[in-house]
T-cell receptor
Framework: AQSVAQPEDQVNVAEGNPLTVKCTYS??????LFWYVQYPNRGLQFLLK??????LVKGSYGFEAEFNKSQTSFHLKKPSALVSDSALYFC????????????FGAGTRLFVKA | NAGVTQTPKFQVLKTGQSMTLQCAQD?????MYWYRQDPGMGLRLIYY???????DKGEVPNGYNVSRLNKREFSLRLESAAPSQTSVYFC????????????FGPGTRLLVL
């Protein structure tokens, strides 16, 4: 069965520093991986996805993610954090059992301090 | 385009009451989904509709029913609300394809007393 793990409940980083939000996955077959962000009292917004191709995927708002097949990881990164990046981040994997379902991790809260 | 819309935004129910959460999308998407979000548990799939005319159970379907009214609309019904159903409910849709992106509605916050 497909699954996603986000090992950190919260990540704290100072503004201007690089940030990493970790995600590991378990899938059978090809992985289709996604990152979403949720701001307070809002729905989820798509950031980026890995389908195939380059292991470094670039997305919205300066975020990127590195796909590592051997480590089954898909960590979200940003070279320089902004206070406005503070939000809840979800890693997700497409379930290949039908219906194009998506399985979400528990989420990681990112707090960027000025 | 409005994208994915949900009504109501907020609702308070008493235990045993019923209600229907409405969801509509104007992107001509084939597949629609209902999730609930609880602290520390991420999003859990309640029901989904891979295409018009079909519905299937997700991870946590107990206590819920759904109707895919047409291609645009997918409703979620609580027949007899319980405090354990206090949550934030999100509707989502996608075109249909392994690499396609899901689009989410703004959510419905439900409190069951």
């Amino acid at each position: 069965a497909q699954s996603v793990a986000q090992p950190e409940d919260q990540v704290n980083v100072a503004e201007g520093n690089p940030l990493t939000v970790k995600c590991t996955y378990s899938v059978s077959g090809n992985p289709y991986l996604f990152w979403y962000v949720q701001y307070p009292n809002r729905g989820l917004q798509f950031l980026l996805k890995y389908i195939t191709g380059d292991n470094l995927v670039k997305g919205s708002y300066g975020f990127e993610a590195e796909f590592n097949k051997s480590q089954t990881s898909f960590h979200l990164k940003k070279p320089s954090a902004l206070v406005s990046d503070s939000a809840l981040y979800f890693c997700a994997v497409r379930d290949n059992t039908g219906g194009f379902k998506t399985i979400f991790g528990a989420g990681t809260r990112l707090f960027v301090k000025a | 385009n409005a994208g994915v819309t949900q009504t109501p935004k907020f609702q308070v129910l008493k235990t045993g009451q019923s209600m229907t959460l409405q969801c509509a999308q104007d992107m001509n998407h084939n597949s629609m989904y209902w999730y609930r979000q609880d602290p520390g548990m991420g999003l859990r799939l309640i029901y989904y509709s891979a295409s018009e005319g079909t519905t299937d159970k997700g991870e946590v379907p107990n206590g819920y029913n759904v109707s895919r009214l047409n291609k645009r609309e997918f409703s979620l019904r609580l027949e007899s609300a319980a405090p354990s159903q206090t949550s934030v409910y999100f509707c989502a849709s996608l075109t249909g394809g392994w690499g396609e992106t899901q689009y989410f509605g703004p959510g419905t916050r439900l409190l069951v007393l």
